[in-house]
């Protein structure tokens, strides 16, 4: 439902919605009534149909068919680096690895709500900005831009010539994440869960920060660990201001 209200928000037309018949078509009126006004087909249909077309997942009611969420070109990352707009440094979020389609979502949901630029991802071993990415992040996959590399180590080089600081997250990092600076020009690199960041990437970083454990578990999710970080962030912008 919030994807699909998203969606609709930014001015974008669904070819089609599918609604499910009964006391959830009633409720989603306001939703199906913006759609229809768009030129979106819509068709009422029972829930085993979305259910099944959802493979089981809570759809909670609603299902809209649109093109397909492409990235955000390299060079326009550059450009807009380049000119940056606006007052604040920017804030990036670069994943690297992060291939489960779950955590890309929440994470793209956490960088929106921590007013993140960007989102930087490689071309390879990197979650498709499929169906699932775009529901788990609720609406924040149409609105935090995502910029796919090409290669991950040179454009974190080219961040760094750009005046951006490089800040990446391993357990084995001597600096706490309170200790970090994340006033200025930032980005943060968040590797794949387990592995982490891979060798490169973590060369490439101009710093390396952990996030403090007190428990017997020694990791967190990517998704939890972005969030706390990015937070962090936002506390530190929001007391310098």
């Not at 913006?34 to 259910?51: I, N, Y």
């Not at 929440?106 to 921590?114: E, F, I, N, V, Y």
């Not at 007013?115 to 900005?129: E, F, N, T, W």
């Not at 169906?131 to 290669?151: F, H, M």
């Amino acid at each position: 439902m919030h994807a699909v209200r998203a969606l609709l928000e930014r001015g974008e037309s669904p070819r089609e919605l599918w609604v499910q018949e009964g006391d959830a078509e009633r409720r989603l009126t306001e939703l199906v009534d913006v759609a229809r006004g768009r030129g979106a087909r819509l068709k009422s249909v029972a829930r085993e149909e979305l259910d099944a077309l959802s493979h089981g997942a809570s759809h909670q009611g609603i299902v809209a068919f649109c093109p397909p969420l492409t990235p955000e070109s390299e060079e326009s990352l550059w450009h807009k680096l380049k000119a940056w707009p606006l007052d604040t440094p920017p804030l990036l979020l670069i994943l690297d690895g992060v291939t489960d389609v779950h955590n890309v979502g929440a994470c793209l949901r956490s960088a929106d709500a921590a007013g993140v630029h960007g989102v930087i991802v490689p071309k390879d071993r990197a979650a498709p900005l499929n169906a699932t990415v775009r529901k788990v992040a609720c609406g924040a996959a149409e609105s935090v831009p995502v910029y796919q590399v090409t290669n991950l180590v040179r454009a974190m080089d080219k961040l760094k010539a750009l005046g951006v600081w490089i800040t990446g997250t391993a357990g084995e990092a001597e600096v706490s994440l309170y200790q970090a600076d994340f006033s200025g020009p930032t980005a943060l690199v968040m590797g794949a869960e387990g592995k982490g960041m891979r060798r490169l990437t973590r060369e490439a970083c101009d710093t390396l920060i952990k996030l403090p454990m007190a428990g017997q578990v020694s990791s967190l999710n990517v998704s939890v660990a972005t969030g706390i970080c990015l937070f962090e962030a936002v506390r530190q912008r929001v007391s310098s201001a």
